[in-house]
């Protein structure tokens, strides 16, 4: 990971991140997708990286998958949208949708600290197997480690599938409905 200084305010985190060229992902973007959500959010989501919608929006998951994940906040864990935060790995479109290298996603991680760090979720939902990875340096597939509890110092990981997989894999959404429970469960009532 870089040793890159970054700001402690989202402000200023913001700020920098939206005129940040440390790697390539920065040369094709038309956006950059910082995250959006309420800043003291009890629950984090993070995914992978911008898709096409979000880049030419500057907005996080408002595609086709954003509207699973929506429906995932809104109808299972019966809290509006605007309460969680919505963040990614990388906050650049990598082209064709690729998955982000790790030299990308190693540039681009002190940004997600950071927003860590300012936010304190209690909960942090990862989407897919990439995003997990990357959080936790654990490469270990999503099958065997979705709906797995992991208390970390200062929050708890729960790794469910990523919405676009379940766009294509409509049967997961089963085993993506207990996640979601199991998230309201841990929830502060
Ligand atoms: N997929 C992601 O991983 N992130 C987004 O913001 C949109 C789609």
Not at 73 to 93: F, M, Q, T
Not at 145 to 162: A, E, L, N, S, W
């Amino acid at each position: 990971e870089s040793d890159l200084q970054l700001p402690s305010s989202m402000d200023a985190l913001k700020k920098q991140a939206l005129n940040c060229h440390l790697c390539e992902l920065s040369k094709s973007r038309s956006h950059v997708v910082f995250g959006e959500g309420n800043e003291d959010a009890e629950i984090l989501f993070v995914g992978e990286g911008p898709g096409a919608t979000e880049d030419s929006t500057g907005h996080p998951f408002v595609g086709r998958a954003g509207e699973v994940l929506t429906n995932m906040i809104e109808k299972v864990l019966l809290i509006p949208r605007s309460e969680v935060y919505i963040a990614n790995i990388v906050k650049c479109r990598p082209p064709n949708n690729r998955v982000p290298t790790a030299t990308e996603a190693h540039t681009c991680l002190p940004y997600l600290h950071k927003q860590i760090e300012s936010i304190k979720p209690k909960l942090i939902i990862t989407l897919g197997a990439t995003a997990y990875h990357y959080l936790t340096g654990d490469e270990s597939r999503i099958t065997q480690i979705r709906g797995t509890v992991q208390k970390r110092d200062t929050y708890t990981i729960i790794p469910t599938f990523h919405p676009s997989y379940l766009l294509r894999n409509p049967s997961a959404k089963k085993e993506a409905f207990i996640d979601m429970k199991l998230i309201k469960s841990l929830m502060r009532s």
